[in-house]
């Protein structure tokens, strides 16, 4: 964490309030969220959980990077990267990115490139849980 980021992965169910605190300014005219939550299907299967694994110390180190990054090329005050690990049912929240910015075009743009990175760089995995199996998403852990 820094003075203008705070980036985080934890087992603890994520908190919107957290960040948006953490990015609000009075100097701001503009905070773009964005919440990623577990959806009960995808594509034709029902999903009945998500399990998120990651490489904490590589992963934290990621999530910096795409923060200073947004903070260097954006028009951005303060960015907030929390990312939840573990077992998560449906309607959780496993990713929340929170900007902030003195005007909203930059604060929706640089929201957007860190989700966009994020699901890209960072090594957290995530496993798919049906009703008749599981699936990792993307590479293994």
């Known amino acids: 964490m820094t003075e203008n ?5 934890t087992t603890s169910r994520l908190n919107l ?15 773009a ?8 299907q995808t594509q034709d299967k029902e999903v009945t959980l ?3 694994s990651s490489y904490e110390a590589m992963a934290l180190k ?3 990077k795409i923060a200073d990054k947004a ?27 929170a900007v902030s910015a ?3 075009k930059a604060a929706f743009e640089a929201c ?17 849980h049906f009703v008749d199996g599981e699936v990792w998403v993307n590479a293994t852990p």
């Open 62 to 64: 990621e999530m910096q």
């Open 112 to 128: 957007q490139f860190a989700i966009d990175t994020l699901k890209e760089t960072v090594p957290i995995w995530k496993k798919e």
């Open 17 to 31: 309030q957290e960040c948006y605190d953490f990015v609000e300014d009075t100097s701001c005219g503009g905070i």
């Open 71 to 97: 903070l260097n090329d954006f028009d951005i005050l303060k960015i907030a990267i929390h990312h939840a690990e573990g077992k998560l049912t449906i309607g959780a929240i496993p990713v929340i990115i």
């Open 50 to 52: 998500l399990d998120f």
């Open 102 to 104: 003195p005007h909203r």
């Open 5 to 9: 980021s705070s980036v985080k992965i």
């Open 33 to 40: 969220l964005f919440v990623g939550t577990v959806r009960n």
